[in-house]
Structure formats: C-alpha cells, structure tokens
C-alpha cells in the first residue's frame, strides 16, 4: 500500500483479555518497529525487525508481549492478559534496510477496562 | 535503554519568534532523528544526521548535531501557527544504526 497500515484504529478490551494488533508495513519496506505511545508521553521502544535476522525484542516490557513478522510483510503484535496499564497508542513504523526515512502509520489505540 | 534527555518540555511563542529543542545523550550516538507529531496524529519524520557537526536545513528548519555526537538541536526561525506540535528527537544507537530510542518530546504551542 501507499504508507504503513495498522488495524484495528481503536479497540477496547477487557482486562485479562488478549488482543491482536496488526501492521501492513509499506511494501519494499525492510525494516519494522513497534513504538508503545502513553497519552501525552514519548514513544516506547518495544521491538525491531530487519529482513530475516532475529527480531530486537529488548523493549518488551513483559512476557505478556510477543511479536511476529511474516517474512518482510505483516507484524502482528500481540497482548495476553492485558492490564489497564497497557492502555496506549502502539505505533507501527517501516523503512527501507538502507534508507533514511521512517514511516508510521496512524496507529493502534487500545483502550484496557 | 539508552537515555535521551530532550529539553523544554513545554515551549510558548508568539507567531514570528524562534523556538528551539535540545537533545542529549550520556553516551555517543550513531545517529539522530527529528520527528513532527500533531495532535491526534503519528510522529512524521523530519531529518536524520549522521555526521559529527551536521548541519542540515529545511527551509524554516535548521538541524545540528554536536561534534561529540551527543547532542543536537532543532531551531525554528520566525515560527508560525502551522508549527504547532510536539517535537522528538530518537536517537540511534552507537554499533545499531537502526534502533531508536525517543525523547521525551518538547510541545510547541503557537499564539497567532
């Protein structure tokens, strides 16, 4: 597609349950981050794929947070057992293994009750 | 992580005056990007430097990065209404050149 595409834009979940969100990076692209984004605050490292060597996993901040990448397409970053303090905006970035420009999409916002 | 301190937090100006965000870093840096967020919106990127003393311009814009490679800046002359928003830096790590870690971001209000 034109730019990088996430999905679901919004979802609310209840504590405890798990939750799915899903990154189209742009096509070509590489190179994918996660960002976790809490209102009002910076961007959260969580995990970086580059082609097919070992993700950077050392932004996860639990073992309730794992994440996928299909080859050098689609991510999918998944949340077990959610808590209340994993409400946030996650982010999902791309760029070219040698190019300087990232791109983000619009981002996931997840709201835990 | 790596800590990247970014300074002001908060930044008001009338339209017409210059702003700048400072970044730092405690350790040497392979590289530093420069992104734009609005409100309600995803950061878009700006700039990356790379170079030790770079300097980079776009058009109202100006990028620096330290000669040390531990600190940057960005500096907006004659801001305007349009400029509105928060700023971060991300700063690349030495030996990765492709993992960043963010600033805590300088918000840009400005008056008309």
């Known amino acids: 597609g034109a730019g990088v595409s996430q999905s679901p834009s919004n979802k609310v979940t209840e504590k405890g349950k798990d939750v799915e969100l899903r990154c189209d990076p742009i096509?070509?692209?590489?190179?994918l981050y996660w960002y976790r984004q809490r209102l009002g605050q910076g961007l959260e490292f969580l995990i970086y794929f580059q082609g097919n060597s070992a993700p950077d996993k050392s932004g996860l901040p639990s073992d309730r947070f794992s994440a996928e990448r299909t080859g050098e397409s689609v991510s999918t970053l998944t949340i077990q057992r959610t808590q209340q303090e994993d409400s946030a905006v996650y982010l999902c970035?791309?760029?070219?293994?040698?190019?300087?420009?990232?791109?983000f999409g619009e981002g996931s916002w997840l709201t835990v009750v | 992580g790596q800590q990247v301190m970014q300074i002001p937090q908060y930044q008001h100006v009338q339209e017409g005056e210059d702003f700048t965000t400072y970044c730092n870093s405690s350790t040497t840096l392979s590289n530093i990007q420069w992104y734009k967020q609005r409100p309600g919106g995803h950061p878009v990127f700006l700039i990356q430097l790379v170079k030790s003393g770079e300097v980079k311009k776009q058009k109202r814009l100006t990028f620096q990065f330290g000669e040390a490679k531990k600190n940057s800046s960005l500096h907006i002359t004659a801001t305007q209404t349009t400029d509105v928003g928060t700023y971060f830096c991300?700063?690349?790590?030495?030996?990765?050149?492709?993992?960043?870690?963010f600033g805590s971001g300088t918000k840009l209000n400005v008056k008309p």
């Open positions: 970035a791309s760029r070219t293994g040698h190019g300087d420009t990232i791109y």
């Open positions: 096509s070509g692209h590489t190179a």
């Open positions: 991300a700063a690349g790590q030495e030996g990765n050149f492709n993992k960043f870690y």
